[in-house]
């Protein structure tokens, strides 16, 4: 590691840590990196124990969980082992809606507490409240697992990331001193790709020689996609693709294009880090000191072998998540890793398919763009539907909910128009409804046709510190 590197990683990280009151972030990844490699027993008792302390605390403090509990006729001592919990109802979004303030913890003070909202990947905004305390061990839960890739904390990191609540709008000295001395991301804006972003973003990745990228799966792709030719960097060490599934294909281009493995990882705004690939990158590890995975029963078998995840956070006891769907399917994996370490593994997670709109500029749109402004007025994504089969040309499927919301739909083909350019005809279409899935989550984007051919002229790229002429396509 660099000077820079290492002091970040060992003086300003630490002072930043202190200033939001997450000191103790640094022990808990000491923790996590030493129970990895727990026996699966040994792991199991002390999840076991955990899920006992929260349940106790859930029953005791707050007012949903009493009543749920009192209603199941279930009590304390009824919970023996991990297979008692199926005798409590499913924690779903809906339930989260509506009946929020019951759910948060009496003995907590609210200025303990936070209240932040899913990031509307399934097309629907959750609220939710999550302790303070439980923050830190979040974060050393999600270093872990970049570790696994090879990443370390103080080191540089490019981030290829769509979802703006998470980016700075407007970044002022603080924030500039902060990310130079802490984050030092990289970003590129994916939410609405041009090729002068990815130019610039492939430039800077080149002359500052960051060794890890981490990106939604398609905004990492895309980016791929467009190096293809002209760009190489073989200082690059890893990918780290979340948000979306990374499917064989996409998977195999990137690695070949960019010249790095790819790390799936899998993370809930909800409830934080849930699993990632370690270095050998069999299946992926779960979070299981932090978390309890169960593979819902249902009624009708999958063709494919996966269930619904439901999942129960250990850690946030400001308002517990137990049992919760998270919208997303898996499968277990049997047999312990190579790698040593006693965390089970899930199979690549199912769900998450989230396309581009491509511009009649030739720029790459997000979906996750589309949910936010949907969300923004009032739509969910069981609502409406952005589909496009032809450049300059986009359908809009809507329910029938929809109807007599001129104002609403005007303002949404306007904000189309801004985003695919001022000659985007849209059409509207009206639906009985619009279906999920087999994963369960609805499609908020469906794109049938590829950004127009990059024209062939020379690009300069910036490869081993030294100006080069990169290849035209």
Same mark, same amino acid.
């Given at each position: 590691?660099?000077?820079?590197?290492?002091?970040?990683?060992?003086?300003?990280?630490?002072?930043?840590?202190?200033?939001?009151?997450?000191?103790?972030?640094?022990?808990?990844?000491?923790?996590?990196?030493?129970?990895?490699?727990?026996?699966?027993?040994?792991?199991?008792?002390?999840r076991?124990?955990?899920?006992?302390?929260?349940?106790?605390?859930?029953?005791?403090?707050?007012?949903?969980?009493?009543?749920?509990?009192?209603e199941a006729?279930?009590?304390?001592?009824?919970?023996k082992?991990?297979?008692?919990?199926?005798?409590?109802?499913?924690?779903?979004?809906?339930?989260?809606?509506?009946?929020?303030?019951?759910?948060?913890?009496?003995?907590?003070r609210?200025?303990?507490?936070? $209240?932040? #909202?899913?990031?509307?990947?399934?097309?629907?905004?959750? @609220? !939710?409240? *999550?302790?303070?305390? %439980?923050? &830190?061990?979040?974060?050393?839960?999600?270093?872990?697992?970049?570790?696994?890739?090879?990443?370390?904390l103080?080191?540089?990191?490019?981030?290829?990331?769509?979802?703006?609540?998470?980016?700075?709008?407007?970044?002022?000295?603080?924030?500039?001193?902060?990310?130079?001395?802490?984050?030092?991301?990289?970003?590129?804006?994916?939410?609405?790709?041009?090729?002068?972003s990815?130019?610039?973003f492939?430039?800077?990745?080149?002359?500052?020689?960051?060794?890890?990228?981490?990106?939604?799966?398609?905004?990492?792709? $895309?980016? #791929?996609?467009?190096?293809?030719?002209?760009?190489?960097? @073989? !200082?690059? *060490?890893?990918?780290? %693709?979340? &948000?979306?599934?990374?499917?064989?294909?996409?998977?195999?281009?990137?690695?070949?294009?960019?010249?790095?493995?790819?790390?799936?990882?899998?993370?809930?705004?909800?409830?934080?880090?849930?699993?990632?690939?370690?270095?050998?990158?069999?299946?992926?590890?779960?979070?299981?000191?932090?978390?309890?995975?169960?593979?819902?029963?249902?009624?009708?078998?999958?063709?494919?072998?996966?269930?619904?995840?439901?999942?129960?956070?250990?850690?946030?006891?400001?308002?517990?998540?137990?049992?919760?769907?998270?919208?997303? $399917?898996?499968?277990?994996?049997?047999?312990?890793?190579?790698?040593?370490?006693?965390? *089970?593994?899930?199979?690549?997670?199912?769900?998450?398919?989230?396309?581009?709109?491509?511009?009649?500029?030739?720029?790459?749109?997000?979906g996750?763009?589309?949910?936010?402004?949907?969300?923004?007025?009032?739509?969910?994504?069981?609502?409406?539907?952005?589909?496009?089969?032809?450049?300059?040309?986009?359908?809009?499927?809507?329910?029938?909910?929809?109807?007599?919301?001129?104002?609403?739909l005007?303002?949404?083909?306007?904000?189309l128009?801004?985003?695919?350019?001022?000659?985007?005809?849209?059409?509207?279409?009206?639906?009985?409804?619009?279906?999920?899935?087999?994963?369960?989550?609805?499609?908020?984007?469906?794109?049938e046709?590829?950004?127009?051919?990059?024209a062939?002229?020379?690009?300069?790229?910036?490869?081993?510190?030294?100006?080069?002429?990169a290849?035209?396509?």
């Amino acid at each position: 590691m660099e000077l820079h590197g290492w002091l970040v990683k060992h003086v300003t990280y630490p002072f930043w840590l202190i200033y939001d009151g997450q000191l103790g972030a640094l022990e808990s990844l000491r923790d996590l990196r030493k129970s990895q490699f727990y026996s699966p027993t040994k792991l199991e008792d002390l999840r076991r124990d955990r899920l006992r302390r929260l349940l106790q605390h859930a029953f005791a403090n707050c007012p949903y969980y009493r009543r749920i509990f009192n209603e199941a006729g279930w009590t304390l001592s009824s919970f023996k082992d991990f297979s008692d919990l199926r005798k409590l109802p499913i924690l779903t979004k809906e339930i989260l809606v509506n009946h929020l303030e019951e759910l948060v913890a009496e003995n907590i003070r609210r200025d303990k507490i936070h $209240r932040t #909202a899913s990031g509307g990947s399934t097309g629907r905004q959750t @609220p !939710f409240y *999550r302790d303070n305390a %439980c923050l &830190g061990v979040k974060w050393a839960a999600e270093w872990r697992f970049h570790q696994w890739a090879g990443w370390d904390l103080g080191e540089p990191l490019a981030l290829a990331w769509p979802a703006r609540q998470d980016l700075e709008s407007r970044p002022n000295w603080k924030s500039k001193l902060r990310n130079g001395t802490s984050r030092r991301e990289l970003v590129l804006y994916a939410g609405s790709l041009s090729e002068e972003s990815m130019e610039r973003f492939a430039i800077d990745l080149s002359r500052q020689r960051i060794r890890h990228l981490k990106g939604f799966t398609n905004a990492v792709y $895309r980016f #791929a996609q467009f190096c293809r030719g002209r760009y190489e960097f @073989p !200082f690059l *060490r890893s990918i780290v %693709c979340t &948000g979306e599934a990374v499917l064989p294909g996409p998977r195999s281009y990137i690695e070949e294009g960019m010249g790095a493995k790819v790390f799936d990882y899998y993370c809930g705004r909800e409830v934080g880090p849930i699993a990632a690939q370690c270095e050998l990158r069999t299946g992926l590890h779960l979070n299981e000191e932090n978390l309890h995975v169960e593979f819902e029963r249902e009624e009708t078998a999958s063709p494919d072998g996966t269930a619904s995840l439901l999942i129960t956070d250990l850690m946030n006891f400001g308002m517990p998540f137990i049992r919760y769907r998270v919208g997303d $399917r898996g499968r277990p994996l049997s047999g312990q890793c190579p790698c040593g370490r006693g965390l *089970r593994k899930l199979d690549q997670v199912i769900g998450r398919v989230t396309d581009f709109l491509v511009s009649t500029r030739g720029e790459l749109v997000h979906g996750a763009t589309l949910v936010h402004y949907a969300l923004a007025l009032g739509y969910d994504v069981a609502q409406v539907q952005f589909v496009q089969r032809e450049l300059g040309r986009v359908t809009l499927r809507l329910t029938q909910s929809c109807k007599g919301r001129d104002l609403e739909l005007a303002h949404l083909e306007n904000t189309l128009r801004a985003l695919l350019g001022s000659d985007v005809k849209i059409e509207r279409e009206f639906v009985s409804a619009i279906l999920p899935e087999s994963s369960g989550k609805y499609r908020v984007t469906i794109c049938e046709v590829f950004p127009p051919a990059r024209a062939a002229m020379p690009h300069t790229a910036v490869d081993r510190g030294r100006t080069v002429e990169a290849k035209p396509q």
